[in-house]
């Protein structure tokens, strides 16, 4: 069977980008701990819901990204809250990302997920990538992985691509997608905080709080 490395949080748009492929291929997901609030309640969706689809599932520690990093997600700095009118202004929402930013977080994941991809054959990489979250988060944008195809493209000996089903989607249309793919959204978190429930007003538990309420659908999470 067909190989695939997923870049694995256990987050939303990870659970339901990699459930797309579920029934083509072999899903190896890695989970990275690089120091964040929220590893070991990450951890525990990751783990909950790759023992419920059958997926291989392996943790990478990152200690030196940790060590680095000046986020709010994994320093002591206190996480930002946003309201629901902060999520569509580009400037609040701008102001957010960039304190939650992890220094290349995704070029230092996907690089990874690159080399195990090369070791085991894999074809192609999942990634939760979206359109809403591209538009303050470059290392989520459409061009991003475009270019970083074309870097696989020139760079690896092997034919492997990212996969970004989310890649022009909105969080409506992910949960949409969640639900015609069977993928368990119930099992998968959101939250930076790190805390066993989702804190509601972080500005990842806030997008997926709308997206369930304006389709009128239950978060089970």
């Known amino acids: 069977m067909k190989k695939a490395i997923s870049v694995f949080s256990g987050g939303l748009d990870c659970t339901v980008a990699t459930s797309v492929f579920d029934k083509d291929y072999e899903i190896h997901a890695i989970t990275f701990n690089y120091g964040q609030k929220a590893f070991k309640r990450e951890l525990r969706a990751s783990r909950e819901i790759c023992e419920r689809m059958n997926w291989n599932h392996e943790v990478i520690d990152l200690p030196w ?35 939650v930013w992890v220094p290349a977080r995704n070029t230092v994941f996907t690089s990874i997920a690159l080399s195990y991809a090369e070791s085991i054959d894999a074809e192609i990489i999942i990634v939760g990538w979206n359109g809403e979250e591209g538009a303050t988060f470059p290392d989520n944008s459409k061009e991003y992985m475009e270019e970083f195809n074309e870097l696989i493209n020139v760079g690896s000996p092997n034919k492997i691509r990212i996969e970004a089903p989310a890649i022009d989607l909105n969080k409506e249309e992910i949960v949409k997608l969640g639900l015609d793919v ?12 790190g805390d066993d429930k989702p804190c509601g007003v972080c500005e990842s538990c806030m997008r997926r709080k709308r997206a369930f309420k304006n389709l009128g659908i239950h978060d089970g999470n």
């Open 65 to 99: 990204l940790a060590k680095i990093s000046n986020s709010s997600l994994n320093t002591d700095d206190e996480i930002p809250e946003v309201s629901n009118a902060d999520l569509d202004d580009l400037d609040a929402s701008s102001e957010s990302a960039s304190n």
């Open 182 to 193: 069977g993928a368990p959204m119930e099992l998968s978190y959101s939250c930076y905080k």
